[in-house]
T-cell receptor
Framework: QQPVQSPQAVILREGEDAVINCSSS?????VHWYRQKHGEAPVFLMI?????EQKGHEKISASFNEKKQQSSLYLTASQLSYSGTYFC??????????????FGQGTILTVHP | EAQVTQNPRYLITVTGKKLTVTCSQN?????MSWYRQDPGLGLRQIYY???????DKGDVPEGYKVSRKEKRNFPLILESPSPNQTSLYFC???????????FGPGTRLTVL
């Protein structure tokens, strides 16, 4: 079952902040975040492993709450280059298919000047 | 240059005509994976491989086959393509699953 991402789309002005949420109905091992610009391949942002850690990447950071089976991506002081579709992907804890990576349906982020 | 290559980049074919999409990486990565991307559905994993001769189903494996005879190559085979397999396909690789996945440029497949 695909992770559920929210919101489906968000429009920002440069400098504004945004949060993208991702939730799963299954116990999670890791969360992957990617960004895809129109007509291009997805590009890696970060991975968070089981343990409730928070990671940062310049003005983009993420948290992982394994108890709630949720992850959030935080974009602060957005720039025009942040525009694109953001995908979260989960790998599940337990079972034999530990190599399976299931992505959400994506969140379209548009940043205007 | 470290990269994942896919061929062909564009393909138009007819129902039932067997085809293979090749994927190759030059980073000595153990993990490789195939995804299809359709509007509104995001990326869906078709098959993945943890290493040579080790492959497993993703979320949407029906109608596809893969093989991993060499570490660098992970071809996707459609034995009898159907119109519902019209999609954008991405191959990706990483040293481990819990690591950066590098995506290929994509293959746009149309099945008539």
């Amino acid at each position: 079952q695909q992770p559920v991402q929210s919101p489906q789309a968000v429009i920002l002005r440069e400098g504004e902040d945004a949060v993208i949420n991702c939730s799963s109905s299954k116990a999670l091992y890791s969360v992957h975040w990617y960004r895809q610009k129109h007509g291009e391949a997805p590009v890696f942002l970060m991975i968070l492993l089981k343990g409730g850690e928070q990671k940062g990447h310049e003005k983009i950071s993420a948290s992982f709450n394994e108890k709630k089976q949720q992850s959030s991506l935080y974009l602060t002081a957005s720039q025009l280059s942040y525009s694109g579709t953001y995908f979260c992907g989960f790998t599940n804890a337990g079972g034999t298919s530990y190599g399976k990576l299931t992505f959400g349906q994506g969140t379209i982020l548009t940043v205007h000047p | 240059e470290a990269q994942v290559t896919q061929n062909p980049r564009y393909l138009i074919t007819v129902t039932g005509k067997k085809l293979t999409v090749t994927c190759s990486q030059n980073m000595n990565h153990e993990y490789m994976s195939w995804y299809r991307q359709d509007p509104g559905l995001g990326l869906r994993q078709i098959y993945y491989s943890m290493n040579v001769e080790v492959t497993d189903k993703g979320d949407v494996p029906e109608g596809y086959k893969v093989s991993r005879k060499e570490k660098r190559n992970f071809p996707l085979i459609l034995e009898s393509p159907s119109p519902n397999q019209t999609s954008l396909y991405f191959c990706a690789s990483s040293s481990l699953l819990a690591d950066t996945q590098y995506f290929g440029p994509g293959t746009r497949l149309t099945v008539l």
